[in-house]
T-cell receptor
Framework: GAVVSQHPSRVICKSGTSVKIECRSLDFQATTMFWYRQFPKKSLMLMATSNEGSKATYEQGVEKDKFLINHASLTLSTLTVTSAHPEDSSFYIC???????????FGPGTRLTVT | GQNIDQPTEMTATEGAIVQINCTYQTSGFNGLFWYQQHAGEAPTFLSY????GLEEKGRFSSFLSRSKGYSYLLLKELQMKDSASYLC???????????FGQGTTLQVKP
């Protein structure tokens, strides 16, 4: 159990366009979802915490107008990278947890390349 | 502030035992996690410690000392497939968010 999916797994887009990444908890209800960014050979950097039905809480230094997060249901959160630039190219990973446990279950990640 | 420290790289031999250390300083504490991450993949959960002591799970064990802000992950009977990055992460409060260390890249050699 506790499977989290992400779509797409890889995406290439042009500078100035927007890209939406979906994160779904397949077999449990996720009261909280987290979005991370990871640069090559670096650890995970938390971008924001997303609770179902409320606004996301962004970490210091993360632009909320650039990285739009929506947590519309207990099984789906989306991250939209708006007006993407090459420096936004990265590995984006989501995770999800229930209200009963501290463990986070990670999605397989999305490799974003902005040309 | 929040700070998680772990060694950047380690090398060990197949069949041997390796211990990966992690020290943490966080504003609060609600548990310490270890994750394994292979290159290009998402992290997978290995262990969770919230009380002092050793938790054993097969070839992997994790230890926590809250008073020392210290944890280690012990891998026994190393296999080549254990070559990966091992991430130490602390839960500093009640929001559930995790603060990750830089990760320790373990290379297992024949």
């Amino acid at each position: 159990g506790a499977v989290v999916s992400q779509h797409p797994s890889r995406v290439i887009c042009k500078s100035g366009t927007s890209v939406k990444i979906e994160c779904r908890s397949l077999d449990f209800q996720a009261t909280t979802m987290f979005w991370y960014r990871q640069f090559p050979k670096k650890s995970l950097m938390l971008m924001a915490t997303s609770n179902e039905g409320s606004k996301a809480t962004y970490e210091q230094g993360v632009e909320k107008d650039k990285f739009l997060i929506n947590h519309a249901s207990l099984t789906l959160s989306t991250l939209t990278v708006t007006s993407a630039h090459p420096e936004d190219s990265s590995f984006y990973i989501c995770s999800a947890r229930t209200s009963e446990a501290y463990e986070q279950y990670f999605g397989p990640g999305t490799r974003l390349t902005v040309t | 502030g929040q700070n998680i420290d772990q060694p950047t790289e380690m090398t060990a031999t197949e069949g041997a035992i390796v211990q990966i250390n992690c020290t943490y300083q966080t504003s609060g504490f609600n548990g310490l996690f270890w994750y394994q991450q292979h290159a290009g993949e998402a992290p997978t959960f290995l262990s969770y410690n919230v009380l002092d002591g050793l938790e054993e799970k097969g070839r992997f064990s994790s230890f926590l000392s809250r008073s020392k802000g210290y944890s280690y992950l012990l891998l026994k009977e190393l296999q080549m497939k254990d070559s990966a990055s091992y991430l130490c992460a602390a839960n500093p409060g009640n929001t559930g968010k995790l603060i990750f260390g830089q990760g320790t890249t373990l290379q297992v050699k024949p």
